[in-house]
C-alpha cells in the first residue's frame, strides 16, 4: 500500500470524520422525525387496536375509544379522547353498528373531517343476531338490540383477517411512504390468525357435543365459522326473566352443559344461577381483550373443556 503524504492523509480523515459526523445527524433527525410524525389512528374497540398495532408497528399512535372493562353498548369518549381524535389520521371503526358508532361516528367526523374514515367490516356479511334470529316468532313487536344484526364481527379469525386487510389499505392512504412495511407486517399477522383458524378446527374436530351457553351473545360469528351452537342466555339485551331462567336450565340440563361463559362487562349472576342449578361453572371469556390471539386460544381451550 502506497504511503500517503501527511496532508493527504489529513483530508482523508476529515471527509471520513465529516460523512460519519452527518452520518449520525442524519440519524438522531430520522429518530426526531418518527416520534414527531407517528400516525395518530384512533379505533373504536381493543382487539382493532391490537390489529392496527401489527399492521403499523411503530409508525401509529393508537387512541382506544371504548377503555378495558368499558360496555361497548354504552360508553362515552372522554375529553381527551376527543383531543387526541381531533389530531388523528385515521379512525378505524368496526362498522358492524355496535351502539358506540351508532351514536358516536357521526360526531367523530364532524370533530375531524381531515381523518381518514376505515369501515372494517367493508368486505365482511353481517348476519343476524343468533339470541334474537332464535326468538324472532316471538318478540316481533320488540325493537331488537343492535337493529337485528349482530355487530361482534371480530370474533371470527377469518373476519379478523378482513378487518386487518383494510386497516393495512388505510395505513397505505394515509401514510403511502411506508406501503412495503405496513404490507409486510399485515402478512405476517394474517399469517398468524390462519393459524388460529386452522388450530381453532383442529382443536373442535374431535367435539361431539357442540353446544355452549353464555350471558351475551357476543360469539355468534365464532359459533357459525366452527358449528357450534350458542344458546345465549340474555334476550334482546334484557336479563332473562324468572322463567326464562327456568327455560334456560331446562335446556342447559338437556345438552348436558357444563360451563357457562359470561362476560365481564356483564352482570354475572343469571350465568351462577345456572351454573349452579346443572352443577357446572362460570368462565369469565372477554371479547373485547386486546391480545387477540390468545384471548381466542383461551376461548379454546374453555370450549374443548366445556364441551368434553
Ligand atoms: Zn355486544
Given at each position: 500500500?502506497?504511503?500517503l503524504?501527511?496532508k493527504?492523509?489529513?483530508s482523508?480523515?476529515l471527509?471520513v470524520?465529516?460523512?460519519?459526523?452527518?452520518a449520525?445527524s442524519?440519524?438522531?433527525?430520522?429518530?426526531?422525525e418518527?416520534?414527531?410524525?407517528?400516525?395518530?389512528?384512533?379505533?373504536?374497540?381493543?382487539?382493532?387496536?391490537e390489529?392496527?398495532?401489527n399492521?403499523?408497528?411503530?409508525?401509529?399512535?393508537?387512541t382506544?375509544?371504548v377503555p378495558p372493562?368499558?360496555?361497548?353498548?354504552?360508553?362515552?369518549?372522554?375529553?381527551s379522547q376527543?383531543?387526541?381524535?381531533?389530531k388523528a389520521?385515521?379512525?378505524?371503526?368496526?362498522?358492524s353498528?355496535i351502539e358506540?358508532?351508532l351514536?358516536?361516528t357521526?360526531?367523530l367526523?364532524a370533530?375531524n373531517k381531515?381523518?381518514l374514515?376505515?369501515?372494517?367490516?367493508q368486505?365482511i356479511?353481517?348476519?343476524?343476531?343468533?339470541?334474537e334470529?332464535?326468538h324472532?316468532?316471538?318478540h316481533?313487536?320488540e325493537?331488537?338490540e343492535?337493529g337485528?344484526m349482530d355487530?361482534?364481527?371480530w370474533?371470527?379469525?377469518l373476519n379478523?383477517q378482513?378487518?386487518?386487510?383494510?386497516?393495512c389499505?388505510g395505513?397505505?392512504?394515509?401514510?403511502?411512504d411506508?406501503k412495503?412495511?405496513y404490507?409486510q407486517?399485515r402478512?405476517?399477522?394474517?399469517?398468524?390468525l390462519?393459524?388460529?383458524?386452522?388450530d381453532?378446527?383442529?382443536?373442535l374436530?374431535?367435539?361431539?357435543?357442540?353446544?355452549?351457553m353464555?350471558y351475551?351473545?357476543?360469539?355468534g360469528y365464532?359459533?357459525?365459522e366452527?358449528?357450534?351452537?350458542m344458546?345465549?342466555?340474555?334476550?334482546?339485551?334484557?336479563e332473562?326473566?324468572?322463567?326464562?331462567l327456568?327455560h334456560l336450565i331446562?335446556?342447559?340440563k338437556?345438552?348436558?352443559?357444563k360451563?357457562i361463559?359470561a362476560e365481564?362487562?356483564f352482570n354475572?349472576q343469571?350465568?351462577?344461577?345456572?351454573?349452579e342449578?346443572?352443577?357446572?361453572?362460570v368462565?369469565?371469556?372477554?371479547?373485547?381483550?386486546r391480545?387477540?390471539i390468545?384471548?381466542?386460544?383461551m376461548?379454546?381451550?374453555?370450549?374443548?373443556?366445556a364441551?368434553?
Amino acid at each position: 500500500m502506497p504511503r500517503l503524504s501527511s496532508k493527504t492523509s489529513f483530508s482523508v480523515i476529515l471527509t471520513v470524520l465529516l460523512v460519519v459526523l452527518s452520518a449520525i445527524s442524519i440519524m438522531s433527525c430520522a429518530q426526531e422525525e418518527e416520534v414527531s410524525e407517528k400516525i395518530g389512528v384512533v379505533v373504536t374497540i381493543l382487539p382493532q387496536a391490537e390489529f392496527v398495532e401489527n399492521v403499523g408497528g411503530e409508525r401509529v399512535n393508537i387512541t382506544v375509544m371504548v377503555p378495558p372493562g368499558a360496555n361497548i353498548h354504552i360508553y362515552e369518549p372522554s375529553p381527551s379522547q376527543m383531543t387526541a381524535l381531533a389530531k388523528a389520521e385515521m379512525y378505524a371503526k368496526v362498522g358492524s353498528g355496535i351502539e358506540f358508532e351508532l351514536v358516536w361516528t357521526d360526531k367523530l367526523i364532524a370533530a375531524n373531517k381531515d381523518m381518514l374514515v376505515v369501515d372494517c367490516s367493508q368486505g365482511i356479511e353481517l348476519q343476524v343476531m343468533i339470541g334474537e334470529y332464535e326468538h324472532e316468532g316471538e318478540h316481533e313487536e320488540e325493537e331488537p338490540e343492535h337493529g337485528g344484526m349482530d355487530p361482534h364481527v371480530w370474533m371470527s379469525p377469518l373476519n379478523a383477517q378482513i378487518m386487518v386487510r383494510n386497516i393495512c389499505d388505510g395505513l397505505i392512504q394515509v401514510d403511502p411512504d411506508s406501503k412495503t412495511y405496513y404490507e409486510q407486517n399485515r402478512d405476517a399477522y394474517l399469517q398468524k390468525l390462519a393459524e388460529l383458524d386452522q388450530d381453532i378446527r383442529d382443536g373442535l374436530s374431535g367435539v361431539t357435543n357442540r353446544k355452549f351457553m353464555v350471558y351475551h351473545p357476543a360469539f355468534g360469528y365464532f359459533a357459525r365459522e366452527y358449528k357450534l351452537t350458542m344458546l345465549p342466555i340474555e334476550e334482546e339485551g334484557k336479563e332473562p326473566t324468572a322463567a326464562g331462567l327456568a327455560h334456560l336450565i331446562e335446556q342447559a340440563k338437556e345438552h348436558e352443559i357444563k360451563v357457562i361463559f359470561a362476560e365481564p362487562q356483564f352482570n354475572p349472576q343469571s350465568a351462577e344461577v345456572i351454573a349452579e342449578a346443572i352443577g357446572g361453572r362460570v368462565v369469565f371469556i372477554d371479547p373485547l381483550a386486546r391480545d387477540y390471539i390468545a384471548n381466542l386460544r383461551m376461548l379454546l381451550d374453555e370450549l374443548v373443556q366445556a364441551m368434553e
